[in-house]
């Protein structure tokens, strides 16, 4: 659902990025906002609720280059955590072009992932979407704890269609821009097809 603004020739793509709560969707976005050149991006926009908050802001990446002629600009999003706040969640996935599934890695954790990602499936479905034709990826972050789940036994319980799996610690930034590299990859090659 790429929006096309002819008169600055520019493609807007968006992003979400979704999971359980906590599990490093924020952390994300800010380190991308915190390294991304001022120049290149729009205002960090953070919309709080009392125990979550979503988070959105548009950047430009230079070195992904141009869709006909036109630059691309990446619109990225965070969706609140808790399944209390499904209708937002829905609300946020409107118009998705890609996704990004951050799971934690955290033993504790692995249900909840379970649920997220079901839950992520679900509300696809609502906004006509197929998570199977669309541009996907499946982040395991927090890998720098000491009681994360092996990566091979979680890609297994929640790798959906043999999408690209990266490893991350958000808070230092290993394996944010692979990811985003990644979603923005795919989210390029269909809009390329189309």
Sequence with gaps: MTFINYASREINCKIVYYGPGLCGKTTNLQYIYDSTAP?????????????????FFDFMPLELGTVRGFKTRFHLYTVPGQVYYDASRKLILKGVDGVV?????????????????????ENLEAQGFDLMKLPYVLQLNKRDLPNVVPAEELTAELMKKEEPVYEAVATTGDGVFDTLKAVAKQVLTELRKG
């Design 39 to 55: 120049q290149a991006k729009g205002k960090l926009i953070s919309l709080a609720t009392e125990t979550e908050r979503t988070l």
């Design 101 to 121: 599934f951050v799971a934690d890695s955290q033993e504790e954790r692995m249900d909840a992932n379970i649920e997220s990602l079901y839950n992520l499936e």
